[in-house]
C-alpha cells in the first residue's frame, strides 16, 4: 500500500496483514486497521488525494499526466481507498447495509462516493477490468467511517 506521492501528507508505519510494511497518511490509519480487521485488503490509500495531485503537480515535468489542475479539484477533500475489485465489492455492499447506504448507493451528492474500477486494453487479450477499484469519500466522514467499519467487524452494524 502507498500513500502518493510520499511526503504529502504525515504517515505513520504500519503492518498489513500479508506482512508487508506500508505506510499510511495519519488520519487513515484507524480506518484502514478497521478495514484489515474485517478482513478486506487494501492496495493504497491517501487521506486527501487533490493535496497528493496538488503535490504532484508541483514537481512540474516530473509529474504525472493525471496530475491536472483539474484532477485535483475534482478529488479535492475526498479520500481514497484502493483495494483488490472483490474486497472493493464485499466492502461495499457491507456498508450499504449501514447509515453509509445513501452515500455509497448515490451516483452524486455532496456526501455521495465515487467508486471506479479502470477499463484497459491488455494487447492480445483486449479490454479488461482493472484488478482494483478507487473509492474516493469525502475526508469529513473518515471518523464516522471508521466506527461503522469497526461496528461490521464487531457484528453489531
Same mark, same amino acid.
Given at each position: 500500500?502507498?500513500?502518493?506521492?510520499?511526503?504529502?501528507?504525515?504517515?505513520?508505519?504500519?503492518?498489513?496483514?500479508?506482512?508487508?510494511?506500508?505506510?499510511?497518511?495519519?488520519?487513515?490509519?484507524?480506518?484502514?486497521?478497521?478495514?484489515?480487521?474485517?478482513?478486506? *485488503?487494501?492496495?493504497?490509500?491517501?487521506?486527501?488525494?487533490?493535496?497528493?495531485?496538488?503535490?504532484?503537480?508541483?514537481?512540474?515535468?516530473? *509529474?504525472?499526466?493525471?496530475?491536472?489542475?483539474?484532477?485535483?479539484?475534482?478529488?479535492?477533500?475526498?479520500?481514497?481507498?484502493?483495494?483488490?475489485?472483490?474486497?472493493?465489492?464485499?466492502?461495499?455492499?457491507?456498508?450499504?447495509?449501514?447509515?453509509f447506504r445513501d452515500r455509497v448507493t448515490a451516483r452524486w451528492g455532496p456526501e455521495a462516493w465515487r467508486v471506479d474500477v479502470a477499463v484497459r486494453h491488455d494487447g492480445d487479450r483486449?479490454?479488461?477490468?482493472?484488478?482494483?477499484?478507487?473509492?474516493?469519500?469525502?475526508?469529513?466522514?473518515?471518523?464516522?467511517?471508521?466506527?461503522?467499519?469497526?461496528?461490521?467487524?464487531?457484528?453489531?452494524?
Amino acid at each position: 500500500m502507498t500513500s502518493p506521492p510520499p511526503g504529502v501528507h504525515p504517515t505513520e508505519p504500519l503492518t498489513a496483514p500479508d506482512g508487508t510494511a506500508v505506510d499510511v497518511d495519519v488520519e487513515l490509519v484507524p480506518l484502514v486497521r478497521a478495514v484489515w480487521a474485517g478482513g478486506w *485488503a487494501t492496495a493504497g490509500s491517501c487521506q486527501d488525494l487533490g493535496d497528493a495531485a496538488d503535490a504532484l503537480r508541483a514537481l512540474g515535468d516530473r *509529474a504525472p499526466d493525471h496530475a491536472t489542475e483539474a484532477f485535483a479539484a475534482f478529488y479535492r477533500g475526498y479520500a481514497w481507498l484502493k483495494m483488490p475489485r472483490p474486497d472493493a465489492l464485499a466492502f461495499l455492499n457491507a456498508l450499504a447495509a449501514t447509515p453509509f447506504r445513501d452515500r455509497v448507493t448515490a451516483r452524486w451528492g455532496p456526501e455521495a462516493w465515487r467508486v471506479d474500477v479502470a477499463v484497459r486494453h491488455d494487447g492480445d487479450r483486449g479490454f479488461t477490468l482493472a484488478p482494483t477499484a478507487h473509492l474516493h469519500f469525502p475526508r469529513t466522514q473518515t471518523p464516522e467511517l471508521t466506527a461503522v467499519v469497526t461496528a461490521l467487524r464487531d457484528g453489531t452494524p
